[in-house]
T-cell receptor, first 110, second 110 residues
Framework: DVKVTQSSRYLVKRTGEKVFLECVQDMDHENMFWYRQDPGLGLRLIYFSYDVKMKEKGDIPEGYSVSREKKERFSLILESASTNQTSMYLC?????????FGPGTRLTVL | RKEVEQDPGPFNVPEGATVAFNCTYSNSASQSFFWYRQDCRKEPKLLMSVYSSGNEDGRFTAQLNRASQYISLLIRDSKLSDSATYLCVVISGGYQKVTFGTGTKLQVIP
């Protein structure tokens, strides 16, 4: 079974803090994705990566950056957290079309 | 117009009923289509792919109408365990951009 893990299930941070969300997959997938999910807005793509050290902006990249130094690991970085970044963050990996999701990180920014 | 649109519901149906959801997409060049299922407080999981010729898996049937740019999901003989949010996913473009609909909530009632 594909396993996608995320570093935290719940996280509480203060406005202005730098936040790191880590995602690791164990199936040697080339593609990895970061989404946020908000009520009424669904899943929105923040960034994705098709290879090590490669990144592409999704629909809502503002306020976020990413890092993919190793194939199995894709990190999402909030340089200076703001209250409007309070959300559920979901990481996914895929080889072809099917996406496998991690359990999500619920981030609250106070 | 949103790239991918779904009726948010909720659809409240009795056990044993047949229910259908539609999902419209705006990019006529979209290449691949999927239905995902998301249970409350869980991550999305692939339910089925949608092919031009249609796709059936037990009580579930998915269809694609390219001319009218929508995909559909039909659930026959609804079970209580079918209660969930159903997300349509459209993949398009050279970079295989993934776009999720906001989801349709289904509640099957005893």
């Amino acid at each position: 079974d594909v396993k996608v893990t995320q570093s935290s299930r719940y996280l509480v941070k203060r406005t202005g803090e730098k936040v790191f969300l880590e995602c690791v997959q164990d199936m040697d997938h080339e593609n990895m994705f970061w989404y946020r999910q908000d009520p009424g807005l669904g899943l929105r793509l923040i960034y994705f990566s098709y290879d090590v050290k490669m990144k592409e902006k999704g629909d809502i990249p503002e306020g976020y950056s990413v890092s993919r130094e190793k194939k199995e690991r894709f990190s999402l970085i909030l340089e200076s957290a703001s209250t409007n970044q309070t959300s559920m963050y979901l990481c996914a990996s895929s080889s072809y079309n099917e996406q496998f999701f991690g359990p999500g990180t619920r981030l609250t920014v106070l | 117009r949103k790239e991918v649109e779904q009726d948010p519901g909720p659809f409240n149906v009795p056990e044993g009923a047949t229910v259908a959801f539609n999902c419209t997409y705006s990019n006529s060049a979209s290449q691949s289509f999927f239905w995902y299922r998301q249970d409350c407080r869980k991550e999305p999981k692939l339910l089925m792919s949608v092919y031009s010729s249609g796709n059936e898996d037990g009580r579930f049937t998915a269809q694609l109408n390219r001319a009218s740019q929508y995909i559909s999901l039909l659930i026959r003989d609804s079970k209580l365990s079918d209660s969930a949010t159903y997300l349509c996913v459209v993949i398009s473009g050279g970079y295989q951009k993934v776009t999720f609909g906001t989801g349709t909530k289904l509640q099957v009632i005893p």
